[in-house]
Each structure stands twice: as C-alpha cells, then as structure tokens.
C-alpha cells in the first residue's frame, strides 16, 4: 500500500510497517509485553497512526511466572496512559494453566496470549492483531523448526500477514529495533526469561545461532530470504491441493471421500500435499501430523486390501474399494437389529426404510425392491436382522451355498452398508438380501398355494 | 529391484545396495578412498556382486595433499588385488589445481574425484559410479548448504542415483557402516584430514551436528528424511518447469525466448522455478545464480523498461518488448555499415540480402519491398548505411520529422534489429527505412522524368 503524501522522513523501520500495513484496516489492537521489540511496534505505530488513518488499543497479558510481571503490566499501563493508546491487560497463571492443559510453559503462554488476544480483538473490533516478532524471531523459528523435525511447510515459519494477524517488523533486525528505540529514547523492561537456558530458544539464540553467525555472517537474512521464497511455494501447492481436492472429492455424507485412482495418478509430491490437505479439512487443522502418518496412508491406498482404516491422530482414514475416506472420528457402527417380520403389515428398520408385507393369492412379479415367496414353505416366522458373521445364502440361480461376507466383497458393499443391510430370514435361512440379492429358496409358482409378498420401500 | 533367491543372509546394509542397484547394471566403478565407508561398500558389493550378475572395478585418486596419501593408495591397490577387484590408481597434485583453478583445496579435490571417475567410467565402459556417501554426510551436507545460504533445491541435497552416481549407502548411518566393517573384519586407513578444523565440514561434523543432536536425539533421521521429502517435491517441479519451458517458448534462432504475458500469468513460485529453468537450459546449469539475480529477471520482466537487457554470472537475459531472451553470452552487437548504393546495379548488404538498382522512364508502383525516386530530386550519391543516434526522417504521409528512435519504438523493432536495418539516405536525408517505411521525399510521378527504382531482394 502507498501512501501520497508525508510531513516526516520514515526510517526503514516505519517504512516496513507502512509497506505491509492491511489495507483498509482501522482498528489495530497491539500485543504489548514492555519488551524493547513490541515498545517499539507500539511507538512506531502511533508515530503513523495519523497517516494510516488507524486506531490503536494495546493489550497486555500478565502471565504471572515471573517475579515482576505485575511490575511489568504497570509499567505497559502507564506507558500507554503517557501515550494516549487505550491498554487493556489481564492475569493468567499460565503455570497452571500448562499442568492443567499438560503443555510447556512456553507453549501454555503462547496459548492463553493468542486466546487472550483474539478475545479482545473481538470486543474492541480490531481488524488485526500487530505482534512485534522479527527476523531473529523469525530466524530462530525456523531453526526451533528444523530442530524438531519439521516438514517443508513449517519451515514457512511465520508470515506477515496471516488470517488476522499481522508481524511489520518480521523483516528488521533485533539491532534494528533497538537502535530504533535508542534513538526514540524509549522505555522498556528486559524480560528475564529471555536468558533462561532451559528454553530451547534461548539456547539457540545465545549458542546455535551465534556459531552459525561465525560460519557465516549472513546467515540470519539469508534464512530470512528462505522462509520468505518457502513460503511463495507454500501458497503455491495450496492453491493446488485446494483444486486437488475439489477435483477429486465423490459424492460424500460426513466426512470427505477422494476417488483412488485419481489419488495414484498424481505426482507423488502433490498427491501427499493433497493428503494432508484432506487431513486438514477434516481435522481442522494439521497439529501432532507427521511424514509417518502420511506414509501408512499412502501404503492404505496403494496395498493390496481394499477395505481397512487407519487411527490417526485427531482423524480416522479408511480405504473403501475406489474411494479414500477421511473423518475426524472412526463413523458410529449402527447396532446389530433383529426384528419379527409379521405376514401382513409394515416394518420400519433401523436406517428409517419400511419393509411392507402382505399375503396374496396370485404372484405379482419380483423386482430389486420386490420378492414374493410361498407361505407354504416358510415353516418358521419371518425375522429382519443385521449380518453376523458366517452368514451363508443361496443366491438364487446359483448352486450351493455363498458366504455373505464373498456376497458384499463381490459386489463391493462397504463394512458400514453390510452392518445395515437387512436380512429378510426364516430360521436359519437367508431369503433376501434386502434390496440386493434374493436367495433360491421358498420361491413362489404360479397357482401353487398362497404368496407372501415383501416390498422395500 | 527384488531378486529371487539368496543363499546368504543380508544386513540392512547389503539390502540397501540391493534395493537401489540400477536395473541392468553390468559393470560397476567404485571410488575407494581407503576409510572405512569405501571399503565397506567395496567389501559389501563383492558379496553381492554374484547376486547382482555385476563387475566391479575399484578407482583410488591419490590427491597428494597428505603426507601418508601414497601409502593410501597402495593400501588401496593391495586390499583389491586381494579381493580380486581391478583397481586403477591414478595422482593428482591437488593443491597446485586448486592453485590454478582459484578453488578450495576440498573443492579442486572433488572436481579432480569427479573428473578422474568419469573418465575412467568410459574407459571401463561402467554403468554407475557407486559412491560411498552415507546418512550422516547427507545431513552434513544439508546443514553446509543450509549455512552458505542454499535455496530449497540445493537442500534437496545428495540423491541416491543421479545420473552416472549411484550412493547406495546414502539411508545408512556412520554407526551401521562402522558395525559392519568390524563384523566382517575390514581393514580401513583414517583419513587425518577428517579431523582437520579449518575445514567447514569436520565443524558441523564435530560440533555443531553433535549440539543438536543433543536437543534432539532424532535429528539425524529428520533431516535425512527431509531431504527425501524434499527431493520429491524437486521432481515434481522439474516436471512442471520443463512443460512450461517448452509451452511458453517463443521461436529462438539462438538461445531461448519466452512469451512475457504467459510468465506474468504464472504463480510467482512457479514463475521463478520457470526462469531458473531457462537459465539452467542456457548455461548448462545454475551455479552462481542466487536469489538476487532471480529478483534482477522479475524486475526485467515486470518493470516499464519495453527493452532492458541484465548480464548475470554466466549468462545473459534481455526483455525484447514480450519477449524475454535468454543466452549463455550477449549477442554479438553487429558493426554499423555505410557502403555507396550504384544507380544501377546490386548491393549485398551485411545480412545477405540484396538491393537492386535500376534507372527507368516510368514508374511501375512501390511495395514494402520495393521503392521509386525521382532522380531528379537525388542531389548527392546514395548510400546505404546502418542506423546512428540522432536519425531523424519524413516518414512519407506524415508532416515534420520523427526520430528514428521512436520508429523503431513504435513498430516494437528490437535492438538488435535496430542495428541490421538498412537505411538508403542521399546525403543527410532518409529515403527509406529499408522494408520497413518509406520518407516522404524524393517522390517521383508519373510523366516526370527519370525513375531510381530500389527493390530489396
């Protein structure tokens, strides 16, 4: 965004907070710790809040771990007061809150400030939330990230804009920063936890980091300037596995279903970013998903078992003949039934379908939905049921027996239709597979007695 | 590649050079250092090479920059003529190559490596060079290109097969190669120069690799399967660059031209892998290209500059209105030309083709390649001459004098072109922009006197 006209010289600084500023925005709330870096933001940002035409509301969040942290909500408080931005902070023992949500420190802080943050960005109508990390920041998350075995994608690391948050000085210096805030001659308290070694970023800002810097010097920008062309490929392969996906999505009730052979005829790269995509649409997002889970998907697709399911973290994946199926939980298996059937009536079974009998004199015709029977062989009373395991039939114009279990195989019913398909049976013999296959046995003939008649409705 | 039956048991290490061999392979060069990666792979492709129905041939470049080299190399020698392996040892005084090709001593060994194994490769008509590389030099090489500032293809790092190469250890760590070399009993030399500090590879390998492994126990592993990840997706961009490579390309006598239009119309990722593609296909490959010459060719092409040309390390890139031209060099600029036009007779101009002259009674009607004067009107000699800075001319139909300049400008005739055009003047006057427009003066008419026709042949 450009802006026509200026009464003051913009340090570079200014110029990176213009330049990604989100267009159209007039609320800004600004996540303030009293750190040199978000002092910095905060005063930078009502130095051009005029020309941005933007309002300001600071937020501060005291995690009570520290020993001065309530120093240091003052201290954002007062600092805010003497600069005419309106300041909200908050308490939140993030000690307890990490025993309670069984996370790190570190990682219970971020939550409660992000929580916190996107509350107040509701009540005070923010259209963004500034956040002061920088390139050293940005430097240490990709190493943080490299470290713990991240994918291609988290070594994104952050973005300048991203949904409604917004990092301007992603791309100045720590140095940068503090010369900025010399030369301002601003106010700003050191958080100690910045020094504790027990946190791994400070191992590699204070170790790692350095040693790299010594091999060599530009090091930092130069990881900056990759993260910055990972990211373009990132919202590249988004844009295409977004079109994967609707490209390749079948008719589906919960959860998404992608056809197989679609899936196997794409590149090897983009089939496993168009995988991970469907986790993330099922999922919600893609959190405690690694490289391995994405392999036992891919050996689902391509093994030679056309039905099976994996458990995954946070999803369910199953392989169903031609179709790959994602769910956020494994589906329900519907109850076992076993129903009397009465010779004239109506039965509704457990999918909401009506099963319609009545006893005749004359044969009317079978049909898919429709089979007829001699009252006179049907020595026991009628029952619908479930399949149970061992079910064996005749299908009609067939000799001999078939297991059901071959029936459904043969005609690909999945695991989840056999469990609700009804069995029209008679003691121990299978008459009908409802609405699939009728057995040979107590066929009706023409004149040869009464007929009972059952219709699938 | 499966293979049938085995009659000996096989480590992880064997199945690995099985699981890779190249299909069909016949014959094999194995570099062999002496240390104990090369050995074992030597020793292991020995027990296999029945299986694999291969010949193995041995290959030791002596780089005579330690002392103990030469008594490598004999080892060397020794330990293959007792393994009944053909061995070729050859010397090479790295350090004076380094000298001379203004390189590190590690880089002159390794072109020097390099060089000497394809060399000997055609000599013994071998299929692959097989390379002793193995996990932990992959991460090392990952975490030296990571530091020198490498973008996402170089960490792609080292690649199972590549061509000529064949790294069938590559998945297999220092720790497994070390086990099997004293399970079987291998003698191996120590390469002193691995302990060597000044060299960037024994800091990672010493210290730096170790500090993160201590973070994360894993990290080798990760990183060895990023790589793969990696490599993947590499595929699959090479897949898409060469298709738009070949899409977007323009007719080229020399070098490469693509459409300007279509590159702007692609995802920035992909347009920028597009560019290196053409860079890679016009300078044999892409070393020394960094990001910031990238940036130079988006600017080229994006910029309001209609023709701009960048000369980068090794190549050449023009914006020729929408066009932009790739070359290994920039076009030689052809020498400007002034030769004297007879009235009657032919001209061969520098580009090959031919003016005609002849001097009639009546006019016969002017074309684009042809033009009529009345010779009247022809006070000085004519000549024929190449464009100068400050040309100026009447085009005919027009009132006053345009720069010849904005002509060209206007009619998008480039640079190079600008240079060959003939021009037919009569002392300071333009006559005609040779088959491209004629000037206003001179004109003859009908029943006026004596005609110059010129006809461009």
Not at 71 to 100: G, I, K, M, T, Y
Request: hydrophobic share 40%; aromatic share 6%.
């Amino acid at each position: 965004m450009t802006h026509g006209c200026f009464y003051m010289k913009l340090s570079p600084l200014e110029q990176s907070i213009l330049d990604s500023f989100p267009v159209g925005a007039k609320q800004l709330l600004v996540a303030v710790s009293g750190g040199v870096d978000s002092v910095t933001l905060l005063y930078a940002l009502t130095r051009l809040s005029a020309t941005l035409n933007v309002s300001l509301h600071a937020a501060h969040l005291d995690h009570q771990i520290r020993q001065e942290s309530a120093a240091d909500a003052v201290f954002v408080r007062d600092l805010c007061a003497q600069w005419n931005v309106p300041c909200d902070v908050e308490s939140c023992a993030v000690a307890d809150l990490a025993q309670q949500r069984k996370l790190s420190v570190e990682m219970a802080g971020r939550q409660a400030r992000r929580e916190f943050l996107q509350r107040l960005a509701v009540e005070v109508d923010a259209d963004a939330i500034s956040l002061a990390h920088h390139q050293d920041d940005q430097v240490e998350t990709f190493m943080l990230r490299l470290l713990r075995g991240s994918g291609q994608s988290g070594l994104a690391s952050m973005r300048v804009c991203q949904a409604i948050w917004w990092r301007p000085l992603l791309g100045c210096s720590r140095e940068q920063i503090l010369a900025y805030a010399q030369q301002h001659g601003l106010p700003w308290v050191e958080d100690q936890s910045n020094k504790n070694p027990k946190y791994l970023r400070n191992q590699l800002r204070h170790e790692l980091i350095p040693q790299m810097l010594k091999i060599n010097p530009s090091f930092k920008t130069q990881i900056a300037g990759l993260t910055q062309r990972i990211q373009v490929e990132e919202d590249y392969w988004q844009e295409q596995v977004v079109r994967q996906v609707n490209e390749l999505a079948l008719p589906c009730a919960d959860g998404l279903r992608l056809g197989r052979d679609a899936l196997l005829a794409l590149h090897p790269a983009l089939r496993v970013r168009t995988l991970r995509e469907a986790l993330q649409q099922v999922r919600g997002d893609l959190q405690r998903i690694e490289a391995i889970h994405l392999q036992a998907i891919e050996a689902l697709l391509s093994g030679i078992k056309s039905q099976a399911q994996l458990n995954l973290p946070g999803c369910w994946v199953a392989r169903r003949y031609d179709a790959l199926w994602f769910r956020a939980t494994a589906p329900e298996l519907p109850s076992p039934f076993n129903l009397p059937l009465p010779l004239s009536g109506e039965l509704e079974l457990p999918d909401g379908r009506v099963l319609r009998t009545s006893t005749q004199d004359e044969l009317e015709g079978e049909s898919a939905w429709v089979t007829e029977y001699s009252l006179a062989a049907l020595s026991q009373p009628l029952r619908v049921r479930s399949w149970l395991p061992g079910d064996r039939f005749v299908p009609s114009g067939m000799f001999g027996h078939k297991k059901l279990k071959s029936f459904f195989s043969d005609n690909q019913i999945e695991i989840e239709a056999r469990l609700t398909m009804p069995l029209l049976v008679c003691g121990d013999t299978i008459l009908w597979v409802v609405g699939a296959r009728r057995s040979g046995c107590a066929v009706a003939g023409q004149g040869q007695g009464k007929v009972l008649r059952v219709e699938l409705i």
